[in-house]
């Protein structure tokens, strides 16, 4: 007797995990699932470049002074220029010796290549060019980039949810036309991906004595992905 008790009570324990494990929001009609996309349009209002200074000298102590000497010199057209120092950040810092190459000889060293990058970032896109140019003036001699970005996207992005759903909710109803329905609750809304897409960014450097190098920002497209499920009735 006491065995069919216990059995009868852990049938009653396990009765409600079963019962949790049912869907929240089950359709009673059709269920339609729909992904849709929302995108914005904003300008960049960061840019990033990585500025460098290589150096040669017939020795490693001498190619490293040299390229710190040369790097101190980037660095302070950088504060002159009223770039905040949390802008400014190392990236690499290398050190190599060279060789010269001849046929059925051994490699000849002839002295060593210092390296020293930095990555930095403007929040004036328009002084941008122009500190470039002070930087290659000073002594950087490795321009890489630019990267831009938009620094608080969330608004943006925000807009662009809106935008989804509105996407999503405009194509359920095309379907339910075309099915002889109407659209009816909102079982579940997913995002599946907001993203930030890269520009096309142009870095304009002119060959003329009095031009400026330029950055021409463009636009940036952020778009948010949503996947909603409707009950059609």
Same mark, same amino acid.
């Given at each position: 007797?006491?065995?069919?008790?216990?059995?009868?009570?852990?049938?009653?324990?396990?009765?409600?995990?079963?019962?949790?494990?049912?869907?929240?929001?089950?359709?009673?009609?059709?269920?339609?699932?729909?992904?849709?996309?929302?995108?914005?349009?904003?300008?960049?209002?960061?840019?990033?470049?990585?500025?460098?200074?290589?150096?040669?000298?017939?020795?490693?102590?001498?190619?490293?002074?040299?390229?710190?000497?040369?790097?101190?010199?980037? /660095? @302070?057209?950088?504060? =002159?220029? +009223?770039?905040?120092?949390?802008?400014?950040? %190392?990236?690499?810092?290398?050190?190599? !010796?060279?060789?010269?190459?001849?046929?059925?000889?051994?490699?000849?060293?002839?002295?060593?290549?210092?390296?020293?990058?930095?990555?930095?970032?403007?929040?004036?896109?328009?002084?941008?060019?122009?500190?470039?140019?002070?930087?290659?003036?000073?002594?950087?001699?490795?321009?890489?980039?630019?990267?831009?970005?938009?620094?608080r996207p969330e608004t943006a992005l925000d807009e662009a949810r809106v935008l989804a759903l509105a996407n999503a909710r405009a194509r359920a109803?095309?379907?339910? /036309? @075309?099915?002889?329905? =109407?659209? +009816?609750?909102?079982?579940?809304?997913?995002? %599946?991906?907001?993203?930030?897409?890269? !520009?096309?960014?142009?870095?304009?450097?002119?060959?003329?004595?009095?031009?400026?190098?330029?950055?021409?920002?463009?636009?940036?497209?952020?778009?948010?992905?949503?996947?909603?499920?409707?009950?059609?009735?």
């Amino acid at each position: 007797m006491m065995r069919y008790v216990l059995m009868a009570a852990a049938l009653m324990l396990a009765a409600p995990a079963v019962a949790q494990s049912a869907p929240a929001q089950a359709a009673a009609g059709t269920r339609l699932d729909v992904v849709a996309t929302g995108e914005v349009r904003r300008a960049p209002d960061i840019v990033r470049i990585n500025a460098g200074v290589v150096t040669q000298a017939p020795t490693a102590v001498e190619a490293i002074r040299q390229n710190a000497a040369r790097m101190e010199r980037v /660095r @302070a057209a950088l504060r =002159r220029a +009223g770039v905040a120092e949390r802008d400014v950040q %190392t990236s690499s810092i290398s050190l190599n !010796p060279d060789y010269r190459f001849a046929e059925n000889r051994a490699p000849e060293l002839t002295g060593y290549r210092a390296g020293n990058e930095v990555n930095v970032r403007f929040r004036d896109i328009a002084s941008s060019g122009p500190i470039i140019d002070a930087l290659v003036a000073e002594g950087a001699n490795q321009i890489n980039g630019p990267t831009l970005e938009i620094e608080r996207p969330e608004t943006a992005l925000d807009e662009a949810r809106v935008l989804a759903l509105a996407n999503a909710r405009a194509r359920a109803e095309l379907y339910a /036309r @075309a099915l002889g329905k =109407r659209v +009816g609750r909102v079982l579940f809304v997913s995002e %599946t991906g907001a993203a930030q897409g890269p !520009p096309m960014p142009m870095l304009r450097m002119q060959a003329e004595r009095d031009a400026a190098t330029q950055i021409v920002p463009g636009e940036q497209v952020l778009g948010v992905t949503l996947t909603v499920g409707f009950e059609l009735e």
